[in-house]
Nanobody, 123 residues
Framework: QVQLVESGGGLVQAGGSLRLSCAAS????????MGWFRQAPGKEREFVAAIRWSGKTTSYLDSVKGRFTISRDIAKNTVYLQMNSLKPEDTAVYYC????????????????WGQGTQVTVSS
């Protein structure tokens, strides 16, 4: 299984921006669709964004459309999440994982998760 390490989180004011990175341990990463998820305190982990292995198709949670952009750099074995116009409700721990499209949306492929990266948006 590919090991994934998230980074780039932090504390930002509402309206600000952050770019999250997810570094993969090996080049099999390029064969996976990849996604970002988040988990706020007291809530279930939820899907945020996905990008297919080709990099040509993306998908987003409705509440982040137009504000977040997922991308990938195959050469660097890294997937990114550019987050603009951040809102306090975006506060959560963000995780990346390989994803699979089961026809009703993307779900995580791997059962194990990394440590995530904390994003805190102040009002």
């Amino acid at each position: 299984q590919v090991q994934l390490v998230e980074s780039g989180g932090g504390l930002v004011q509402a309206g600000g921006s952050l770019r999250l990175s997810c570094a993969a341990s090996d080049r099999t990463f390029s064969t996976y669709h990849m996604g970002w998820f988040r988990q706020a305190p007291g809530k279930e982990r939820e899907f945020v964004a996905a990008i297919r292995w080709s990099g040509k198709t993306t998908s987003y949670l409705d509440s982040v459309k137009g504000r977040f952009t997922i991308s990938r750099d195959i050469a660097k074995n890294t997937v990114y999440l550019q987050m603009n116009s951040l809102k306090p409700e975006d506060t959560a721990v963000y995780y990346c994982n390989a994803v699979v499209d089961r026809g009703l949306g993307y779900t995580n492929l791997f059962d194990s998760w990394g440590q995530g990266t904390q994003v805190t948006v102040s009002s």
